[in-house]
């Protein structure tokens, strides 16, 4: 239902950009990533049994969706992450005061929460597939000894005057045996690369920009730690859009952004390979395909219509971007790969 929904969103733009129908703020929106919350606890038994279930939930959006797992240290505060950093986890457990009803609690674009099995596969159709008027690029060097560059740009123009940003480090995934029973915490949070309370931001020019420095603590993971950005509304808590440095550019057309004309794909799911419908007229065009997290994993720059088989025998499961570029047209489509 979800690739339903995001087909006919993209057909219905395409269809307006051939009538030349006049939406040229609309043309070049970027995608909005859902942003998830989860406040959790790891001796929680309620939180062991629900939190697997929303992970598992979550394949199936990849690309679609960032995540962050706080530790309030509610109701055990004996959570080796909630002492790992009492105070910011403490805090933004705060700033969300009187909605956070217990473990596990998401909190869903910062204005609607749910149990983690509340967060259903029609729940996250509906936050997911839409675009939105702000992009938050985030560029971050590797290492140790990092700088994060955090880019915000009103793309439509006079949306927010100011807005909250927010800023926090993880690791992507860790292995521990919880007391609860789970093996694997995604998105840890470790600590805030901004001031855990946000900093507000002047938008009133359209684009704001903020540089931090931080160094990977000795006990994670350099490999697996990263930043996930967010704006929120200073009233409202609202959050507008985030982002990450493996989110793909949305001026790329690697991302499902309006400005590039649909593709058909099929069959899609696919297991062994997919199949891309050529536009009529084109003869040479440069097709590409990338992972979530904006890599490269196939290029093919011969054609021959109407349709072209890539192979994903060699692809792991998962939610991939595709785009063909010829003659000053961009095309762009996405395709799941299941094993």
């Known amino acids: 239902m979800n690739q339903l929904n995001r087909l006919f969103k993209t057909l219905g733009f395409g269809l307006i950009l051939l009538l030349n129908v006049s939406v040229a703020s609309a043309q070049e929106l970027p995608t909005r990533y859902a942003t998830l919350e989860l406040f959790t606890n790891t001796p929680c038994p309620i939180c062991g049994s629900q939190n697997p279930g929303l992970f598992n939930r979550l394949n199936n959006y990849g ?118 029973g789970e093996t694997i915490h995604h998105n840890v949070f470790r600590r805030f690369l901004s001031a855990a309370t946000g900093e507000e931001v002047d938008l009133s020019g359209g684009s704001a920009t903020r540089t931090y420095q931080y160094d990977v603590d000795g006990s994670w993971n350099a490999a697996e730690t990263y930043i996930i950005a967010w704006l929120a509304d200073p009233a409202t808590k609202e959050i507008y859009n985030s982002g990450t440095r493996f989110d793909p550019d949305f001026t790329s057309s690697v991302s499902p952004v309006l400005s590039a004309l649909p593709i058909p794909l099929f069959p899609n799911p696919a297991s062994t390979e997919v199949n891309l419908s050529i536009p009529g007229g084109v003869n040479t065009a440069l097709i590409q395909i990338y992972n979530q997290q904006g890599g490269l994993v196939r290029s093919v720059n011969t054609i021959e219509g109407p349709h072209v088989k890539v192979s994903t025998e060699d692809m792991s499961s998962g939610h991939y971007f595709i785009r063909l570029a010829t003659g000053g047209q961009m095309y762009s489509g996405s395709f799941e790969v299941v094993r």
């Open 63 to 180: 690309g679609q969706y960032h995540l962050i797992s706080f530790y309030p240290g509610k109701p055990y505060s004996s959570c080796i992450y909630y002492q790992a950093n009492v105070g910011e986890n403490t805090t933004h457990y705060q700033y969300y005061a009187g909605e956070i009803f217990g473990s596990p609690t998401v909190a869903l674009n910062g204005i609607d929460f749910k149990s983690s099995s509340g967060v259903t596969n029609a729940v996250l159709d509906n936050l997911t597939g839409g675009t939105s008027w702000l992009h938050v690029g985030v560029e971050e060097t590797t290492g140790t000894s990092r700088t994060v560059t955090i880019n915000l740009e009103d793309v439509a123009g006079g949306s927010l005057a100011t807005g909250r940003l927010f800023a926090v480090i993880v690791e992507k995934e860790i292995q521990y045996n919880a007391p609860n």
